[in-house]
């Protein structure tokens, strides 16, 4: 980890307090949490950096612990955690349904949520609530159905942590260029663009003339979704190989959301 002094002009490495597997950052206004992605290896804490002090100290213990698929996520309403449980026999939960915890603004307790009916967790805040994308849904397969189709994909409002599935959500696998970009109220996933700002609409991404099948890697400035590079996966010669020169790109594309 470098952490770079802009007053200096310099970087300096900073020490992290365990071995960072298994972990990932999460800025939070002025500090940077290092927290854990599951439990399954043991119970850890998640570590908080004070950029302005270059101290470390540990986060107050969460309530869902022992988790996996751990998600911190940095709202306005404070640092919501959501988590998948695991069994006292340390196999997961099945279903697999999402918990949700708030750590308030300088609090030191956390709140925690209702469980919500969704197997994702991969999330967004959009400035009103988190929103997870993800289309399709599970129902557990013949050997352990669950007797419904539990979706991936949800929105939640950590100030009141009421749940939703996600407003009137395409069909999994309908959807046009595969762009993945979650940031703010505008998002792309899953071949569509989702606006979380204006009634909750979705709107088919079309692939750019040219373009290749698989995007590259994608994100927003402001309104303005930037894409660069990309794959196709051509079927090799036959000698089993694949050309470079067929198969990556190193162009650019914009799109203007209107």
Do not use: C
């Not at 340390?90 to 969704?118: C, E, I, K, N």
């Amino acid at each position: 980890m470098l952490a770079w002094d802009s007053g200096e002009d310099s970087w300096e490495e900073v020490s992290t307090p365990e071995d960072p597997s298994w972990s990932y950052l999460v800025v939070d206004g002025t500090r940077l949490v290092l927290a854990s992605g599951s439990d399954e290896t043991g119970v850890r804490p998640d570590h908080v950096y004070d950029t302005s002090t270059g101290a470390w100290s540990i986060l107050p213990q969460d309530p869902l612990k022992p988790s996996f698929d751990r998600a911190l996520i940095s709202t306005s309403h404070g640092l919501v955690l959501t988590a998948k449980s695991i069994r006292p026999d340390g196999g997961p939960a099945d279903p697999a349904l999402v918990h949700a915890a708030v750590l308030p603004p300088g609090g030191d307790a956390w709140r925690t949520l209702p469980v919500m009916d969704q197997l994702g967790g991969r999330w967004t805040w959009t400035g009103q609530r988190l929103v997870d994308p993800t289309l399709g849904g599970a129902d557990g397969g013949q050997v352990n159905n669950y007797g419904r189709v539990i979706p991936f994909g949800g929105r939640l409002d950590p100030a009141t942590g009421d749940w939703s599935p996600l407003p009137d959500a395409p069909s999994e696998g309908s959807g046009g260029w595969s762009v993945d970009a979650l940031d703010g109220p505008s998002i792309a996933a899953g071949g569509w663009l989702y606006d979380d700002d204006s009634n909750s609409s979705w709107t088919l991404l079309p692939r750019p003339h040219g373009a290749p099948a698989d995007p590259g890697p994608s994100v927003w400035a402001d309104d303005v979704l930037v894409v660069y590079g990309g794959a196709d996966w051509d079927p090799p010669d036959a000698h089993g190989q694949l050309g470079p020169e067929n198969v990556w790109s190193t162009s650019a594309w914009a799109y203007r959301v209107l």
